[in-house]
């Protein structure tokens, strides 16, 4: 049975960093393209980034430049390094496949705050 395991979360103060990771058990992973979404507190989950099987990235533009998604598909990783975090990055993150599998993992829980 496919598992998406996600990690790294905590409480950081802004300006902070974290690095989350994702652990996919399935043979698919390196065939498809992974996200990392937030789900903040009472808004929907929103995509923050996305990276191809061939490495192509795409952020939201709310993370652009402080969020750095990389894979490493002999692993079936995905990691999120979320750098100068802002009280707006607070939520849950969750990974998951582009297209979504029908199910979501854990997440793990990402709080910014003095």
């Known amino acids: 049975q496919v598992q998406l395991v996600e990690s790294g979360g905590g409480l950081v103060q802004p300006g902070g960093s974290l690095r989350l990771s994702c652990a996919a058990s399935?043979?698919?992973?390196?065939?498809?393209?992974m996200g990392w979404y937030r789900q903040a507190p009472g808004k929907e989950r929103d995509l923050v980034a996305r990276?191809?099987?061939?490495?192509?990235?795409y952020y939201a533009d709310s993370v652009k430049g402080r969020f750095f998604i990389s894979r490493d598909n002999a692993k079936n990783t995905v990691s999120l390094q979320m750098n100068n975090l802002k009280p707006d990055d607070t939520g849950v993150y969750y990974c998951?496949?582009?297209?979504?599998?029908?199910?979501w993992g854990q997440g793990t829980q990402v709080t910014v705050t003095f």
């Open positions: 998951n496949r582009i297209p979504l599998l029908g199910f």
């Open positions: 399935t043979r698919w992973f390196n065939q498809y393209t």
């Open positions: 990276i191809a099987s061939g490495g192509s990235t």
